[in-house]
């Protein structure tokens, strides 16, 4: 079971918008459409952004979206805002009652 | 309110058992709507699955830590716990707990996370 694949990083600027994929295999990720994302600040508990590729929990700004081709998840922020820099980390399902995360994508707001 | 918020020692030396519990409020640790997972991220890397333990007592877990993880369930504290024997320096993290509604995948409510160092 290894790690999903972010990028470490992306950056853009306020109004922009930006991309962040997750590449799994086709036994995890590719298999199943039970793809969520994760939004992290420091010394906080990771927050819900989207769950089964492309919901939204109740409330979130639908400046958050998800797509998935493939073996491949991506989450889209449009509209970046300050406080959308942050940690973002992905999660599949991987079978057998077994979740995987992503390593991480730090997002910088230029 | 469904709240977690997670306890335990932040020092465990090596070859030790690291014990951490999770407290539950707002809803019974037995409800079969809900499943309860642990969650860790060391430093400079990214979030890594422990395990999960469902209401009947069922549990899985990470096949990289299965043969040193256990979870279980206090149903008089209303909480459930992880214990993770014969750590090294490579367990020091900051370890969640969360919930998942069940048949659910993915996580909607996370505590606030505890940091473990593990050293001598």
């Known amino acids: 079971q290894s790690a999903l694949t972010q990028p470490a990083s992306v950056s853009g600027s306020p109004g922009q918008s930006i991309t962040i994929s997750c590449t799994g295999t086709s036994s995890d990720l590719g298999s199943y459409n039970l793809v969520s994302w994760y939004q992290h600040h420091p010394d906080k508990a990771p927050k819900l952004l989207i769950y089964?590729?492309?919901k939204r929990p109740s409330g979130l700004s639908d400046r958050f979206s998800g797509s998935k081709s493939g073996n491949t998840a991506s989450l889209t922020i449009s509209g970046l805002q300050a406080e959308d820099e942050a940690d973002y980390y992905c999660c599949s399902y991987a079978g057998s009652s077994s979740l995987v995360f992503g390593g991480g994508t730090k997002l910088t707001v230029l | 309110q469904l709240q977690l918020q997670e306890s335990g020692p932040g020092l465990v030396r090596p070859s030790e058992t690291l014990s951490l519990t999770c407290a539950v409020s707002g809803v019974s640790v037995t409800s079969y709507t809900h499943h309860w997972d642990w969650i860790r991220q060391p430093p400079g890397t990214g979030l890594e699955w422990i395990g999960s333990i469902y209401y009947s007592g069922s549990t899985y877990y990470n096949p990289s830590l299965q043969s040193r993880v256990t979870m279980s369930v206090d149903t008089s504290k209303n909480d459930f716990s992880l214990n993770l024997s014969s750590v090294t320096a490579a367990d020091t993290a900051v370890y969640y707990c969360?919930?998942?509604?069940?048949?659910?995948?993915?996580?909607?409510?996370w505590g606030r996370g505890t940091l473990v160092t593990v050293s001598s």
């Open positions: 969360a919930r998942r509604v069940a048949g659910d995948w993915y996580f909607g409510l």
């Open positions: 089964e590729v492309t």
